[in-house]
């Protein structure tokens, strides 16, 4: 809220072109979001999709990992990284006691050391969540059975388990974070941008909810199998240890953790009028937005006067809906009977839940950061900082934007994603126009490596939710997060250099561009090269 003071005060910008930078159209598109994913945790639909997926993956640790990565990565679209993240986790980890039973056990297990052969019968304890699964003969036997396995397969077998329970804790984090770059109001960096974007070059209309997801959720399936097959490999799931040759001895394991999906889905009981209305205009909402105008075809926003109707009025409209409509299948006997019995009228969404469960401190930062983004614009601080960055005109553009790409992603590693996007999206904006290179070429890998923070706990809030279980080291996110940083700076780059090139015209300097850079007061009188990004 600092701008709203000192931006007046010091000269910068008046308080009437600070304050409506709190309250733009992006905000609402965001609180729309929001909105929306709090209906959907209102009546436990994120639930039933996420047990759904598992029943359909199966439980191999493999394809759990995947299936785990899938419904982080689906539900971070549309809800926040981090409920997402603080949902999953207590799923994996009943999955996980059923496979391998109770973690300290585990890690006594791995601890253990060669004793006489006499002493090597070791007793496992079985969980008390598992007694609903055991048969007769094993409830007779006390509650214990004994493994005649040598202490060294138990370690082997122990350690190997154990590097499964940190791929699953691991990968939903990294999932969350990776699904929330598909779609505008996955995450507060893609917002900023696109609020940037339409404040830095107001004639650019080609990013909106319909082609960003046409853009970035190719990109992202083919980030999340890619991580999939690092992580699976990383920790285990891949090899045919549980896959194949151990499948006998798992077999058990494996009934057990399907045994507890299909009874904790079964506890949802069959799908209820208020979850089939959620999902009703959940649908009619994602729908909506991506075909109002998706730039590849002609989208119904041509029906009305153009300009007029944007992605937050499309958000707005549909979840101002859910405030009055009923939770409850209502009832017609009173047309007919007016002393007859009426259904209480409970909405999908009441306000008090909607102010319990929506980050407003998140609204007012993102107000921030389109008000210090135009403080920037208009004090010609960005001008500034660019002119120090113009080493980078001799570089090929698609060098320079990698380079950007992996600078932005390991600055966010120990900054705040919201930070630093707010910070470096202006400059970057301004070092385009300079090299004369489409903006968008740099301001979109920028915009999404400043998501792909998976090296450190505190690099984001669900890589720190995972990391407070306290099954998790910082060697642990290192050594896997380093190599997810490569793999996605080199997924934005195919990604940016491929269909984004021909979607967003990616090739050639545009015009609104082009007005801004003629017109702006503070650029140099120096002509820079041109560059061809085809080659």
Known sequence: MLPICLFPTMGILPSKKVCPQYFLETNFLFLSGLLMASAIEEWGLHRRIALRVLKIVGVKPAWLIMGMM???????????????TAMMLPIANA????????????????????????????????????????????????????????????????????????????????????????????????????????????????????????????????????????????YGGLTSRLCVSKQKSHAAAEAKARAIIDEDYKKLGPINFAEGSISFFFIIFAVLLFTRDPKFVTGWSIFFNKGYVSDAVTGVFIVSILFFFPSQRPSLRWWFNPRASTTPYVPLLSWKRAQ????????????????????????????????????????????????????????????????????????????????????????????????????????????????????LMVKDMVKTGFMMNILGILCASLAINTWGLHLFALHTYPDWARTLNTTATTMTVTTLPAFNLTG
């Not at 853009?215 to 990383?234: G, T």
């Open 356 to 471: 319990e469960c929506v980050p407003w401190n998140i609204v007012l930062l993102l107000g921030g950061g389109f008000a210090m983004a135009k403080g920037c614009e208009e004090s010609g601080l960005a001008v500034l900082i660019g002119k120090h960055l113009q080493p980078l005109a001799h570089v090929p553009p698609a060098v320079a934007s990698i380079l950007i790409t992996a600078f932005i992603a390991c600055f966010t590693e120990f900054a705040s994603n919201t930070a630093t996007i707010i910070i470096f999206l202006p400059v970057i904006a301004e070092l385009a126009m300079r090299v004369n290179v489409n903006p968008l070429y740099f301001m979109i890998p920028a915009t999404i490596g400043c998501s792909y923070a998976f090296m450190l706990p505190v690099s984001t809030p669900p890589n720190s939710i995972a990391f407070a279980s306290g099954h």
């Open 95 to 234: 999955i996980l006691e059923s496979l391998f039973g109770d973690l300290k056990t585990l890690k006594d297990n791995c601890k253990v050391k060669e004793v006489p052969e006499s002493q090597c019968q070791v007793k496992l304890h079985i969980l008390p969540s598992e007694k609903h699964i055991l048969t007769e003969e094993e409830r007779a036997d006390g509650m214990e059975k004994v493994d005649e396995r040598s202490l060294e397969e138990i370690r082997g077998d122990a350690e190997y388990q154990l590097k499964v329970w940190k791929g699953f804790l691991i990968c939903i984090p990294y999932a969350a974070s990776i699904g929330g770059t598909a779609t505008l109001t996955g995450t507060a960096p893609n917002l900023i941008f696109i609020g940037q974007l339409k404040s830095y070059f107001p004639q650019c209309d080609l990013i909106n909810f319909g082609s960003w997801i046409v853009f970035a959720f190719p990109l992202m399936v083919i980030f999340l199998f890619v991580a999939w097959i690092w992580i699976a490999i990383l």
């Open 70 to 84: 899938i419904t982080s990565s689906f539900l971070s679209m549309w809800l926040s990284n981090t409920a997402t």
